[in-house]
């Protein structure tokens, strides 16, 4: 499909000193890809069907981005919920995260086939892919329960810069996880074995997330109040 997209571009992209320039022309080929899918035109009712999946599981995390707000104070009342979130049930949603790009998310070493005979470096082209990867709406997807969950659990503790810049560093988190499952899927494309890695590194995260605080190898104390002598 890309290639269809190819044609009248390629004059844009050969001549293009800018890198804005050839980044936009990336992204264009990749909507005109889509579009030109066969499925695009002839199932216009299964697209539609598509938006609204869309809509209802960005419904679904914001109900269970609340749930968790109230579910995680009630559980573990003598931890703050975004405490819990980051130590135990953040492991889990990038695990799944990593599980869902696997249907839906290419390797540019895969979108890079139809430029190699274009007269543009072979690694310019995969860094722009790489950055339009970065820029996907798909590593937003999540704040769709971060947001809702940080209204509740941070606001009345550090206000809404403290939201912001929990916010940011989740979409930071999901992207670091999207360049990670690149990394993994490239080399597993070249060999099979590669498969243990994802698997040993978010299992290794999921285990350290259960080791008792006095197990682990690091434990600091909460100060104690002075006594005063009288």
């Known amino acids: 499909e890309i290639l269809i997209g190819l044609v009248g571009s390629e004059m844009c992209i050969r001549d ?6 050839i980044f936009n022309e990336l992204r264009k ?6 579009k030109r899918h066969p499925m695009y035109e002839k199932n216009k009712v299964a697209k539609i069907f598509g938006y609204i999946g869309v809509a209802f599981w960005a419904g679904y995390l914001i109900f269970f981005g609340t749930t968790f707000a109230f579910g995680f104070a009630d ?8 405490h819990v979130m980051n130590a135990v049930a953040l492991i889990f949603i990038l695990a799944l995260d990593f599980l869902l790009r696997i249907p839906f998310q ?8 139809p430029y190699l005979l274009l007269p543009v470096k072979r690694n310019r082209i995969i860094d722009f892919l790489l950055i339009r990867s970065g820029l996907s709406l798909f590593n937003l997807f999540w704040l769709f329960m971060f947001v809702p969950f940080s209204f509740i659990t941070i606001t009345k503790y550090f206000g809404i810069s403290g939201v912001l810049t929990y916010l940011i560093g ?3 988190l999901i992207v670091a996880n999207n360049y990670w499952y690149l990394l993994c899927r490239t080399l597993i494309n070249e060999r099979i074995w590669w498969v243990l890695l994802p698997i040993a590194f978010y299992g290794g995260l999921g285990c350290l997330a259960f080791i008792p605080e006095d197990l682990s190898l690091i434990h ?6 002075p006594i005063s002598i009288s």
């Open 29 to 34: 080929h990749g909507r005109l890809a889509s």
């Open 106 to 113: 290419k390797t540019p070493t895969q979108e890079v086939k």
């Open 170 to 172: 989740i979409w930071l």
């Open 75 to 82: 559980m573990v009342p003598n931890r703050e919920p975004y």
């Open 16 to 21: 293009s000193t800018n890198s804005m320039m």
């Open 220 to 225: 600091i104390s909460e100060p104690t109040r």
